[in-house]
């Protein structure tokens, strides 16, 4: 079992930046692909962005490729994205995933073991 956590979402202004942080439990996650989702509003959930934990890959959609980056720091067993050049359009509920021996480019939520509870990222224009 692995348990995340996430934190660092809040309300910004449109040109802001936001880090979100996921902190993970419970089990080594060098086996595992760590994921960012997102859900807006009356949408379904889709993929933001991926890292290999332990080769480091990573990959992103389209719409935050130059503007997020994932990162992960092995001693704090936590993942990181950093977003910035924030849009209205980036406003949703931001989740973390963990994918067993998954590939950064498996972007279907289906694909994913293990999820966060998920914090509200606001950006107001």
């Known amino acids: 079992q692995v348990q995340l956590v996430e934190s660092g979402g809040g309300l910004v202004q449109a040109g802001g930046s936001l880090r979100l942080s996921c902190a993970a439990s419970?089990?080594?996650?060098?086996?595992?692909?760590m994921g960012w989702f997102r859900q807006a509003p009356g949408k379904e959930r889709a993929f933001v962005a991926a890292?290999?934990?332990?080769?480091?890959?990573?990959y992103y959609t389209d719409s935050v490729k130059g503007r997020f980056t994932i990162s992960r720091d092995s001693a704090k067993n936590t993942v990181y994205l950093q977003m910035n050049s924030l849009k209205s359009e980036d406003t949703a509920v931001y989740f973390c995933?963990?994918?067993?021996?998954?590939?950064?480019?498996?972007?279907?939520?289906?694909?994913?073991?293990?999820w966060g509870q998920g914090t509200q990222v606001t950006v107001s224009s």
């Open positions: 419970g089990r080594t996650l060098r086996s595992y692909t």
């Open positions: 995933a963990a994918n067993l021996w998954g590939t950064v480019y498996e972007v279907d939520d289906g694909e994913y073991d293990y």
């Open positions: 890292i290999v934990w332990g080769g480091g890959n990573t």
